[in-house]
């Protein structure tokens, strides 16, 4: 009996310990967003902007698509793009939109006025949880927009 109940016990820990791995697999890592960022950059100057930001939309486009990770392109006026998550913001200007208090858009603005790229954590939507998570976003300028990716902490 004592046997039956440590295999059982052993059971249900391995269960915990690979459905823990499983949750990581199934989120993408900082590294995977900057290269998917750079992978979409390659592709907007490879195909041009009307093709790549339709693709970026694209849901079933495994390429800019990977578990939580997509693509989101703005212009240096806050003007939306492409969102990979949410294609109702397609078109909208965005420059003032705040979460909990923080103006994204606005700050990734600023800092591409210094540099060429940055990092910025903010809470979004995770796409695949549903949840309001924090994100970690990479973004880089492109002429006079920049392309971002983030993942999910």
Do not use: C
């Not at 390659?42 to 009307?50: F, L, M, P, S, V």
């Not at 339709?54 to 800019?64: I, L, M």
């Not at 909990?100 to 700050?107: L, N, R, S, T, V």
């Not at 600023?110 to 994100?135: C, F, M, R, S």
């Amino acid at each position: 009996m004592k046997l039956m109940s440590k295999l059982f016990l052993l059971a249900v820990m391995g269960f915990f310990i690979s459905s823990s791995a499983m949750a990581r697999e199934e989120r993408g890592t900082t590294a995977q967003a900057q290269a998917m960022v750079k992978k979409g950059i390659a592709h907007i100057k490879k195909n041009g902007k009307e093709k790549a930001f339709a693709d970026f939309n694209d849901t079933a486009n495994k390429d800019f698509h990977d578990r939580d990770l997509y693509l989101f392109v703005y212009d240096m006026n806050g003007l939306n793009l492409s969102h990979g998550a949410n294609p109702k913001m397609v078109g909208k200007n965005l420059l003032d939109l705040k979460v909990e208090g923080k103006p994204i858009i606005k700050d990734m603005i600023t800092a591409l006025k210094t540099k060429n790229d940055g990092w910025i954590d903010y809470q979004w939507p995770n796409p695949v949880t549903k949840a309001l998570e924090t994100k970690s976003s990479y973004f880089e300028k492109v002429d006079d927009y920049f392309v971002g990716a983030g993942a999910y902490k």
